[in-house]
């Protein structure tokens, strides 16, 4: 005799007709709102506002300066990510609760604090061989200050739940750190990693509040797309803010799918994992 299948929780049906409702009302329906208003755009306008010199100058900087600042603090967020989880020092609280400062910190504010301390008559500026504020490197330094907390708490999980056994057993096997980090915990990692660099690149790309004072908003040399539509809202050139504001989405959106895509159906450490003498893996498969 076989019984229905129930729920623990109950509810299924309203809770997720709940949820969809919100989710529609908050996010889908301003998004489908962008996609109506740029569809009354002719195609003489659209194709003047796509080939802009200013856009594409803007698009590019953007994406490059998104791109150096996520593998900055993905770098750097994996190595403080490690640190916090294994080792105890000194402040280790206090590290720990300054990463989640630039989320609750106003970004205009850090905009500003970074501006003052790396202008060149700043703190750090007067001292620096080179210029920071004002060129595509105050960009970069600004995003991955507001995007290394993404990192480090992705991380954090996985290096804290990681099997000792695994390790354990490449210590037997004869294995060096380097080794076992190369070919144990890079593999677990990379997932991980790679979702903390995706949400980095698609923050970075909208960022506004902590570039806008350290970029100086100069045309063709450290303007990029959230200064751009702004500026073009300033103007009231709405047409032309709405089609900039649907290429970030569309560029965000295909970022987003290709990183998932890579996690899902891409391993590139498989192969590593299994056939190298120092897993686990292949110990295990070379006993039987």
């Known amino acids: 005799m076989s019984f229905p ?10 809770c997720l007709g709940y949820s969809l409702f919100w989710l529609s ?32 100058s803007a698009l590019k900087l953007s994406l490059y300066t998104s791109f150096y600042a996520s593998l900055l603090s993905s770098i750097l967020g994996g190595f403080l ?34 501006t003052n301390l790396y202008a060149p008559n700043g703190l750090f500026g007067t001292f620096l061989p080179f210029k920071v504020a004002y060129t595509p490197l105050g960009i ?36 060096t750190r380097l080794q076992i980090f190369l ?3 890079l593999p677990i990692l990379f997932p991980a990693w790679l979702t903390g660099f995706s949400l980095s690149i698609a923050r970075s790309l909208g960022e506004y509040g902590s570039v806008v ?9 450290t303007e990029i797309l959230p200064i751009l539509i702004v500026s073009k809202l300033d103007q009231f050139d709405y047409i032309s803010a709405t089609v900039i ?10 970022l987003l799918f290709l990183f998932n895509f890579i996690q899902k159906y891409f391993k590139p450490y498989r192969f590593i994992l299994s056939t ?10 070379k006993s039987s």
Do not use: C
């Open 25 to 56: 009302f908050i996010v889908l329906l301003p998004l489908a709102g962008l996609f109506l208003y740029t569809a009354h755009i002719n195609s003489y306008q659209l194709h003047t506002i796509l080939t802009d010199q200013r856009l594409l």
């Open 5 to 14: 299948k129930h729920s623990i929780l109950p509810g299924f049906w309203l």
């Open 276 to 285: 190298s003498q120092f897993s686990p893996i292949y110990f295990l498969k």
């Open 213 to 221: 004072f350290i970029a100086a908003n100069i045309p063709y040399k």
């Open 140 to 175: 970069i330094l600004a995003l991955v200050f507001v995007t290394i907390p993404f990192v480090i708490r992705t991380l954090q999980p996985v290096i804290k739940d990681f099997p000792p056994s695994l390790q354990e057993a490449a210590l037997t096997l004869g294995a």
């Open 183 to 185: 070919y144990i915990f």
């Open 245 to 254: 504001s649907l290429v970030m989405l569309l560029i965000s959106f295909s």
């Open 81 to 114: 990510a490690w640190n916090l989880t294994y080792y105890e020092f000194t402040g280790k609280k206090i590290i720990d609760s300054m990463i989640d400062l630039p989320l609750a910190l106003p970004t205009a504010v850090a905009g500003i604090a970074l």
